[in-house]
């Protein structure tokens, strides 16, 4: 598949989990195609980074879930942001947030197809005031004779369709990563209705620990190899962050003029003309 042709398989008003975090290993290019869409009214499920902040800025975006919105060495998207403080409603967003682990565990519940999961983090905190439809529950066992604590019953966090990007993958649709990280995709594949997978390269087969084998095909309706289709966050160790394109888009974000401009060089074209100006820049 390419790009466009995920984004094709995409309807108004879905529920889309987006995985990477922050501004790393995020599926740039399937989002860059979502872009390129008349799509809108999407919910959108992440761990927040310029994912969440291309689609706000292209109109696409009726609710966030997710615990931050971060480009990691920029704290907050600017596009988010401009998002969040907007008074207009054309243009604000909803934003539900989760404390990380809590975040987690409905991802978990999804995947399980549980009504929740208890879990201790998001207890004693804020979450639960800005939260109210959340509910406790109380452990029903003893430990060391004590009552048991309470504990969050964090509800499912169900997709109607998520994206991944790897660093290889092979036409069957499994998924190596081979950074530092997993972070949360092999849960976004599995808590969804379908997933779709871009990969920096389709390899015959794979090299390195059978544990970096992250995604597998059960869960998966399409692989587009796209290279360096996690840019201009990292995909280690194929490639870095590039922080100084970052820094393009977050300045860009702030002038009208500017952005409109980064808008026709980089992102109203296709995947290969991006990739293209970005080798030039």
Not at 127 to 138: A, M, S, Y
Not at 170 to 196: I, M, T
């Amino acid at each position: 598949m390419s790009p466009d042709e995920v984004a094709a398989r995409l309807t108004d008003g879905m529920t889309i989990g987006i995985g990477g975090w922050g501004s790393r290993r995020k599926p740039m290019a399937l989002v860059r195609a979502i872009c390129r869409t008349p799509l809108r009214d999407l919910t959108v499920v992440s761990c927040g980074g310029p994912d969440i902040g291309l689609l706000c800025a292209y109109g696409k975006v009726r609710r966030v879930v997710a615990p931050f919105v971060t480009l990691d060495s920029i704290p907050l998207d600017p596009w988010f942001r401009a998002a969040r403080q907007s008074g207009d409603g054309a243009t604000s967003i909803e934003f539900t947030e989760y404390d990380e682990g809590m975040f987690m565990f409905g991802l978990l519940a999804a995947a399980y197809r549980l009504p929740f999961l208890p879990t201790p983090a998001g207890t004693a905190t804020d979450i639960l005031r800005v939260n109210p439809g959340l509910r406790t529950i109380r452990s029903p066992y003893r430990t060391a004779g004590a009552e048991g604590g309470e504990f969050v019953a964090m509800p499912p966090l169900p997709l109607d369709a998520a994206l991944v990007h790897m660093n290889r993958a092979d036409v069957r649709g499994n998924g190596q990563y081979l950074g530092p990280d997993p972070y949360l995709d092999d849960l976004f594949a599995k808590a969804a209705d379908r997933c779709y997978m871009s990969c920096e390269r389709l390899v015959p087969s794979f090299d390195g620990p059978v544990q970096s084998l992250l995604v597998s095909r059960m869960f998966v309706n399409g692989v587009a190899e796209t290279p360096r289709g996690a840019h201009f966050t990292s995909c280690e160790p194929d490639y870095g962050r590039d922080e100084v394109f970052q820094r393009r888009y977050a300045a860009a974000a702030g002038d009208p003029a500017g952005w409109q401009r980064f808008r026709n060089r980089y992102l109203d074209a296709d995947e290969p003309t991006y990739q293209r100006e970005v080798k030039r820049t």
